[in-house]
C-alpha cells in the first residue's frame, strides 16, 4: 500500500527567509504527487502537482516542489515566505492510472514570525 | 464555477440525533469523494463515487455512517446516531475521471454533545 510521510509536524520560519517542506512516498512506481494548502477553516487547495516530465515544477503563489526519484521525495520550496503562507500543508500521492484516489501525509503546519 | 459547495458550514447536534451532510461538486466532475479530518487521525477518506456509483466504502468508520449521490450534482452523507468521538471538519472534493486533481469544498465542522 502506497503512504506519505511529512516529518515536519510543525515549522516557523521568519518572514523573508526560505522554506523547505518534506514529503517522502512509499510506492511501487512513480506515483502522481500533489502539494495542498490549507488555510484556517479553509478547504483544500492545490498549490501544484507532478505528473511527468521536468522533476522541478511550480505551483500557484511561488512554490515550487522537486521530485527526486531515488529518494522518494517530493519537496515543497518557496525562495521567500510571506505572513500570508502561514498554513497547514499536505502533500498526496495517486496511483499513476486512472484511478483518482489520493493518500495524503499527516500534514505540516507552517508558522511565520515577523 | 463556484467550485464545491458544502452545506452547512457548521452544524452542532445532541448525541443520538440524525446528521446529514450535503455536497454539490463542481459540474462535469465525476468522482466524488467524502473525507474526515481530525487532529488525531488527519484526513482520512471515506468513501469515493465514480459515475455516482461508490467505488470504495472502505474508510467508512461503521454502520452509522451512509453515503449516497443520487444523481451527477449532489452528494449527501448521513450519520445516525451521531456520537461526540464524529466530532470533526467533514470535507467534500470531486475531480474528472483520469485528471487526478481533487478540488476540494470549505468543509462542514461537525460538533455532537
Known amino acids: 500500500a502506497q503512504s506519505v510521510t511529512q516529518p515536519d509536524i510543525h515549522i516557523t520560519v521568519s518572514e523573508g527567509a526560505s522554506l523547505e517542506l518534506r514529503c517522502n512516498y512509499s510506492?511501487?512506481?512513480?506515483?502522481?504527487l500533489f502539494w495542498y494548502v490549507q488555510s484556517p477553516g479553509q478547504g483544500l487547495q492545490l498549490l501544484l502537482k507532478?505528473?511527468?516530465?521536468?522533476?522541478l515544477v511550480q505551483g500557484i503563489k511561488g512554490f515550487e516542489a522537486e521530485f527526486k526519484r531515488s529518494q522518494s521525495s517530493f519537496n515543497l520550496r518557496k525562495p521567500s515566505v510571506h505572513w500570508s503562507d502561514a498554513a497547514e500543508y499536505f502533500c498526496?500521492?495517486?496511483?499513476?492510472?486512472?484511478?483518482?484516489?489520493?493518500?495524503f501525509g499527516g500534514g505540516t503546519r507552517l508558522m511565520v514570525k515577523p | 464555477d463556484a467550485g464545491v459547495i458544502q452545506s452547512p458550514r457548521h452544524e452542532v447536534t445532541e448525541m443520538g440525533q440524525e446528521v446529514t451532510l450535503r455536497c454539490k461538486p463542481i459540474?462535469?466532475?465525476?468522482?466524488l469523494f467524502w473525507y474526515r479530518q481530525t487532529m488525531m487521525r488527519g484526513l482520512e477518506l471515506l468513501i469515493y463515487?465514480?459515475?455516482?456509483?461508490?467505488?470504495?466504502d472502505s474508510g467508512m468508520p461503521e454502520d452509522r455512517f451512509s453515503a449516497k449521490m443520487p444523481n451527477a450534482s449532489f452528494s449527501t452523507l448521513k450519520i445516525q446516531p451521531s456520537e461526540p468521538r464524529d466530532s470533526a471538519v467533514y470535507f467534500c472534493?470531486?475531480?474528472?475521471?483520469?485528471?487526478?486533481?481533487?478540488?476540494f469544498g470549505a468543509g462542514t465542522r461537525l460538533s455532537v454533545l
Open positions: 510506492y511501487g512506481a512513480t506515483p502522481y
Open positions: 459540474s462535469g466532475h465525476n468522482s
Open positions: 463515487f465514480n459515475n455516482n456509483v461508490p467505488i470504495d
Open positions: 507532478y505528473f511527468s516530465g521536468d522533476t
Open positions: 498526496a500521492v495517486a496511483p499513476n492510472n486512472a484511478g483518482n484516489m489520493l493518500t
Open positions: 472534493a470531486s475531480s474528472s475521471s483520469g485528471r487526478n486533481i481533487q478540488y
